[in-house]
């Protein structure tokens, strides 16, 4: 099925895409084609925002001895951190730490501001996966996460929008990551702690959510950071991260040793100090 | 003198901006209108990316006794956080603690990419001046600021652009705050201990800054919530931020006691917790 859009973020920007959506799959049967292989965009290209919750899986959160937060830990990366969910991953070698975290993500299909749970529960559009892949080095410069969290083409988003009416991940949808076949996280949705009505409930109090814009809601227990000793992945590494009911994330990772380190091999003070 | 550009950021996205505004400026004497108490919007209306720099002044970093830090401390805001020089800020009255904060602003003038200090430098298309106001109690709702610092359009950009040879913040601009007509900060540029070029190319180690873009390089000593006891901003206060050579951010602050508290009258947890 194709429609005329150039993304998925754009078709959502169209206020009756439900309608949209509707007359072309009843059209499905003679228009589909299955694509071969295909190498596919992040499925939501220009979202206008991107915010990411950490800290989010109730057994994680337990295991490693803390409470139940009372606010979602939220964080935000840039439409250019996304990438295709079958694209090579590149870092340079001094962004050490590469770690993987399987993740659910809502995509927002309404515009939403100050809105309650239930009209943010509403307003989703559906559902796509994300490996929010974060330099540990560079996450913990200070303690503010940001420069780990949106190194350029890090994040692999999709591989497809499973529609809300499709699918909840509030009943509980299993999530894996797998490195090198090796599976190293399995978490289920119906542990978050914030769910995605939460989520969007919470962040619409501060800023406008609009058609397209994207929520990583957090990964479960697993991380490479949180192993004794703790690991990161390699160059070579492929990396999956899969969502029940979504699909899959299939990226190799490249670590670049000739990328410029300018930034990074000198003291990054100017001025007086 | 009016261009044909819709914002300052369009006209930096045209690969050769320098020379559009010289011409402009070699008939300015014929064209040049004064406008009388225009109402700006932000100097820059729609930037890819704001970046924020927090702990930035060596000055007030040694006051709280604390080490100068090896690495900036970075969040984001969004495009739709700014406001315009003059305009009212309005927070509801939920978003207890609202305190200012003076910073200077640098604006890309050029793509930006793993740039050294110097590229960095070059590629500044000049300066305008910020006030980052901050909800102090979202601030802190995790160790993660983005809530508190990302409130619809609570963050005055201008009132204008100039551009980098007419001016050196590097080499000292006085930068103010007052309160109604109390001076609460007074800091120096010079101060900084990350300058305009070093965030830059630091920023630029892990995304991509393009023409437009702007980054807030961090406020000095005497922001309400270091105060003792602690100030904010009241209903009716009028909050100016002046920097030296590039002029006055005049915002009255509105609190709003009607604004949905839905998000925050209740927990916000959802799933199993």
């Known amino acids: 099925m194709s429609l005329p859009f150039s993304d998925v973020g754009s078709l959502l920007a169209h206020p009756s895409w439900r309608d949209v ?11 589909s084609t299955e694509l071969e292989d295909p190498d596919l965009a992040p499925v939501v290209t220009h979202p206008s925002k991107v915010v990411c919750c950490g800290h989010n899986y109730a057994g994680h959160i337990r295991e490693m001895g803390r409470p139940l937060p009372e606010h979602p830990t939220l964080f935000t990366k840039f439409a250019d951190t996304l990438t295709g969910p079958s694209d090579v991953v590149t870092v340079p070698e001094w962004a050490t730490g590469l770690d993987w975290e399987a993740e659910l993500v809502a995509v927002v299909g309404a515009p939403l501001y100050r809105a309650t749970r239930d009209d943010a529960a509403a307003a989703i559009a559906g559902w796509t996966a994300a490996n929010d892949l974060s330099v540990r080095s560079w996450q913990r410069h200070t303690g503010q996460w940001l420069p780990g969290k949106a190194f350029d083409r890090t994040t692999p988003l999709g591989p497809v929008l499973v529609t809300a009416d499709e699918l909840d991940p509030t009943a509980g949808l299993t999530l894996t990551c ?19 009505a939460a989520l969007l409930s919470y962040i619409s109090a ?4 609009s058609p397209g814009d994207v ?9 490479g950071a949180a192993a004794t000793p703790p690991r990161a992945l390699a160059d070579g590494d492929v990396v999956e991260v899969e969502l029940a009911g979504v699909g899959v994330l299939h990226n190799p990772i490249s670590i670049d040793n000739t990328a410029v380190a300018g930034p990074v091999s000198r003291p990054v003070h100017g001025g007086t100090a």
Chains 1, 2 share one sequence.
């Open 21 to 31: 959506v509707e007359s072309a799959l009843a059209g499905r049967l003679e228009t």
């Open 178 to 196: 797998r490195v090198n076949d090796e599976i190293v996280q399995r978490g289920d949705t119906a542990d978050l702690v914030f769910d995605a």
């Open 206 to 209: 501060f800023t406008r959510l």
């Open 215 to 223: 929520v990583l809601t957090g990964t479960p227990a697993g991380v």
